[in-house]
């Protein structure tokens, strides 16, 4: 089975035109899609929320010779690759190796059951309704819905349990009540969305790669707030991606986590 095959039945399941219609609507930038092919025939593929030194070793450990990442393994132009540069090393270290790269980011960010949607489950959700809609049935990015009332501190060892970290700041009082949350895997949180979630009745904040100002504001505003890592706030939703979807491919696939970043 050739990449583009591969890749095609991941964009079925999870289309790029969700990306491309949130950049469209919100602004910002991606670069989902095949990113490295060698043109060779897939002997299987290895799934890491990141473009990691660890993921290529491990995919060619397993004699795999494609990595599906999230986040992109090229998120803005290349001028040069370098092995003394980070990306430059992973970039010759994959290309050296004939393994190909498909990445899929905001499109599994804002698909139907895709991150953004794990990040509100494992939080408790009851029901909710997208804060960045997209046209796009079912899509979106930012969640708010109800969750079960419960202590603020409770709450927040809940979540990190379920996300398997033990790395996150909390703001607010952990023994004042918690019954509405918006939460945004990854980043995403800004003036508006502080303002949305507010207006939408959401007494908690989640997410991950918070400015300072946003916290403060939303402080301010009278919302706690949960500051998760990048990666513990994503990774659990792409490994439910990966179990859903990795017998679908047509070749082996297995799961990386680099595991330092929980």
């Given amino acids: 089975m050739k990449l583009r095959e591969v890749y ?26 095949i990113l490295i092919d060698p043109g060779k025939e897939i002997s299987g593929a290895v799934f890491s929320l990141d473009f990691s030194m660890g993921a290529i070793g491990f ?18 132009p290349v001028s040069n690759m370098r092995a003394d540069d ?31 949607e794990s990040l509100a489950l494992a939080a408790g959700a009851k029901g909710g309704a997208h804060i960045c809609e997209l046209l796009e049935q079912g899509a979106g990015y930012g969640r708010v819905y109800d969750v079960p009332e419960q202590a603020f501190g409770d709450f927040a060892e809940h979540l990190k349990g379920e996300l398997r970290t033990q790395r996150a700041f909390l703001y607010g009082d952990p023994a004042e009540p918690v019954r509405r949350a918006a939460s945004f895997c990854g980043a995403g949180v800004d003036g508006s969305t502080v303002r949305r979630a507010r207006e939408a009745g959401a007494d908690v904040l989640i997410s991950a790669d918070i400015k300072h100002n946003f916290i403060f504001d939303a402080c301010e505003a009278g919302l706690k707030v949960i500051q ?13 991606i990966y179990q859903q979807i990795g017998e679908r491919l047509g070749v082996p696939c297995e799961f990386w986590e680099d595991a330092f970043l929980l």
């Fill in 8 to 33: 095609e039945r991941i964009d079925a399941l999870y289309p790029k035109k969700l990306s491309d219609d949130y950049v469209a609507q919100y602004g910002g930038r991606d670069n989902s899609g």
């Fill in 59 to 76: 995919a060619k450990e397993r004699g795999a010779n494609l990595l599906v990442t999230h986040h992109p393994a090229i998120f803005f």
């Fill in 86 to 116: 980070p990306l430059g090393a992973r970039l010759l270290a994959a290309a050296g190796k004939g393994i190909g790269v498909i990445s899929m980011h905001l499109n599994l960010d804002c698909a139907a059951g895709g991150i953004d």
């Fill in 228 to 240: 998760l890592t990048h990666y513990a706030s994503e990774n659990y939703g792409f490994k439910k």
